[in-house]
């Protein structure tokens, strides 16, 4: 008797780097106006980091459905995020292993398959991931697409509201509640690109009721950074090979306390001025920045051969002819991104020519989510937010400051910085003189690393402080779960009391990149 064969022969299993084509086949079609697939490298970078959350249904060696996902700290977001504050870049930095929640960011399923009931296995399939982790349940942002037609006529609220009480069907929302999944906020902005559901999400959670606290003796990932900051010394150097040797000094040196990050000042390379010409101080500035790209590949190879983060200070750049101040996160897996300085002084714009950059990013690495602010920009508070509001747990600040009184601007800033937005805070100076070197004569220093003011914290907010204009590195355990604890249980909360009903801070060149 012959076997009977099945039209189908579905499977469940997770995805693999060469199912890429096929899921750019399906989303390309579902998501055509909302920029389609993710990238091939997007895609790899989600598998590597963690397998077990990209899920797929097959068919006959075919893929037709996918469901992509990651683990969060829910604490660090909240009900307010963002669809972009969970994804980042699309690649799954944000993944955190030692999180509470599942976060749900993509499914999705052939045209040709919608009545198959593949967004039910794969919703299914999310639960038993959620169970068998151990996590406290999930978290998707709802779409509603279905809102378009009603947005003339109802709120978002009323409009879920007509949902639930089974009034209308919207083709997703109805979806998930119809999956146990519960609302706990509606977001404006969630997705600006969802225009069918007019950039509103619907935050909706699903709860493990097998979830048991974890007792953990060792934590599998530290929970502070060692954090080195550098009082660097400016003195002539007879070529930049000489310039570079001072570098690798200090790098060498917090290597060996086992620092997970350090912090050079703001152009910090300013001493190689001096082989150039004085009576023109711009053209001077252009030429140093010629060393900026042999300077970036060197700092780069020494966070990998001493296993180290460096935060080069800054150093000028030259792009399409237009002078910038930029300071470089190395990592010490090889990668590297930059910061551009924001606000240009009068006299950096009327000396050198330089100008304001466009971007600000928080950065992910190994040891805690890191924002940077090249010195005078830490005097415009809303940044620092901006960051604070991205998830950022420590703020870098390379500055160069000639007087007093303009060391203490930088200083007071960042201290206020810190206790405002519930983060710790790292100024980096120079100190001494360059007697060749026009406009940058004197120095005037004492770097620090600044805390939250709370019972937690060192009683005066000051986690170490080095001697003025003396040459020196300093080195402190900084707790990022402290930061967590301050910001769920401090005498008061900053970021939680903002009264976001009356203000916010929004980025008006969001996703754009530098000119």
Known sequence: MAKKRYQHELELRQFTPGDYDEVKRIMDRIYPKMGGAWTREQFASMIARFPEGQL?????????AGALSLVIDYSRYGDRHTYRDIVGEGDLKNHDPEGDYLYGIDIFVSPDYREKRLGRRLYDARKELCETLNLKGIIIGGRIPGYAEWADKKSPQQYIRMVNNREISDPVLTFQVSNDFHY???????????????????????????????????????????????????????????????VEFFVDTQAGYNTDLMLFPELFNAPLLAQFDQEDPAEAMRSLAGYTADLRRNLVEMAVAYNINIVSGSVPELRNNRLYNVTFLCRRDGTWDQQYKLHITPDEYRCWGLQGGHDLKVFQTDVGKVGILICYDVEFPELARYLAIKGMDLLLIPFWTDTKNAYLRVRRCAQARAIENECYVAIAGSVGNI???????????????????????????????????????????????????????????????RRTDLYWIDWLREGKNEE
């Not at 220093?445 to 709370?454: E, G, K, L």
Request: some cysteine; proline content about 4%.
């Open 56 to 64: 797929c249904i097959e068919d006959k060696g075919r893929v037709v």
């Open 184 to 246: 706990k906020k509606i977001v404006e902005n969630y997705w600006p690109e969802d225009f069918s559901s007019k950039g509103f999400g619907v935050i909706l959670e699903w709860n493990n009721i097998y979830y048991e606290e974890r007792q953990r003796l060792i934590s599998k990932v530290k929970t502070y950074m060692r954090l080195g900051v550098v009082q660097w010394q400016m003195r002539s150097f007879e070529s930049f090979e000489d310039f570079l040797q001072q």
């Open 435 to 497: 007697p060749k070197v026009e406009n940058m004569d004197i120095q005037y220093a004492q770097s620090a690393i600044f805390t939250p003011s709370d019972f937690a914290f060192p009683h005066d907010a000051v986690a170490a402080e080095a001697t003025p204009n003396t040459e020196m590195a300093l080195i402190a355990d900084l707790d990022v779960e402290l930061l967590k604890e301050l910001r769920l249980q401090g005498s008061v909360r900053n970021l939680h009391s």
